[in-house]
């Protein structure tokens, strides 16, 4: 599975954005997927995750109400939904991929992950 992450971009703070994941790979729709942030200075934290269904989803509380994940596995795509964005969400987001059928919850526990994007909110 290879993961081609899309939709960088700067922001204002109270604006929205949305990144797109696209993979390639015929497992995709069994993979369960999540997305991280890196700050910089920071560790890598686990933002939202979805099982390989849809069914479950998890969301780091810093993200609840804000964030959304979804995927459309007629277009082998995850996207993440982000509204009201604070200066704190800066980070580079990657999405990632799980043979788990999730939610996944740690790092090791993804098998495959995008090249990262760039999210910046400015104040």
């Known amino acids: 599975v290879q993961l081609q992450a899309s939709g960088e971009g700067l922001v204002q703070a109270g604006g929205s954005l949305r990144l797109s994941c696209a993979a390639c790979?015929?497992?995709?729709?069994?993979?369960?997927l999540g997305w991280f942030r890196q700050a910089p200075g920071k560790e890598r934290e686990l933002v939202t995750a979805i099982s390989w269904n849809g069914g479950s989803t998890y969301y780091a509380d810093s993200v609840k109400g804000r964030f959304t994940i979804s995927r459309d596995s007629a277009r082998n795509t995850v996207y993440l939904q982000m509204n009201s964005l604070k200066p704190e969400d800066t980070a580079v987001y990657y999405c990632a991929a799980s043979r788990y059928s999730g939610p996944a919850y740690y790092q090791y526990d993804y098998d495959y992950w995008g090249q990262g994007t760039q999210v910046t909110v400015s104040s």
């Open positions: 790979g015929r497992l995709f729709s069994s993979y369960a």
